[in-house]
């Protein structure tokens, strides 16, 4: 169990993060809107869990709930790369045009 000193910052991180990227304008309803958004994973992943559950079993769900793990960090790890390729190419044009 981690102590309550050391998730002191943690926890201060998550909720003063989402209040620097909304900005001024209207933002208790940008605050609401992105935590919002941050329970959508977890509603779906539930039914999917369940559905699974229910239609084949315990091993199942468990299979299914890690195999979807691993195609989201898999997912994610390729859009990354891309976003990294797109501003190395972008930083390699604004280099050229200096010299």
């Known amino acids: 169990m981690l102590r309550r000193e050391t998730t002191k910052p943690f926890i201060f991180f998550f909720l003063v993060l989402p209040l620097f990227a909304i900005g001024?304008?209207?933002a208790s309803?940008?605050?609401v809107?992105?935590?919002s958004l941050g329970n959508v994973p977890v509603v779906y992943m539930t039914a999917?869990?369940?559905w699974v559950h229910d239609r084949f079993g315990?091993?199942?769900m468990l299979q299914t709930d890690t195999l979807s793990a691993i195609v989201f960090v898999v997912v994610a790890l390729f859009v990354l790369h891309k976003i990294n390729a797109e501003s190395a190419l972008g930083l390699a044009a604004d280099n050229s045009r200096v010299g």
């Open 58 to 60: 315990t091993g199942w």
């Open 33 to 35: 809107a992105l935590s």
């Open 48 to 50: 999917v869990d369940g």
């Open 29 to 31: 309803t940008k605050y």
């Open 24 to 26: 001024r304008g209207a």
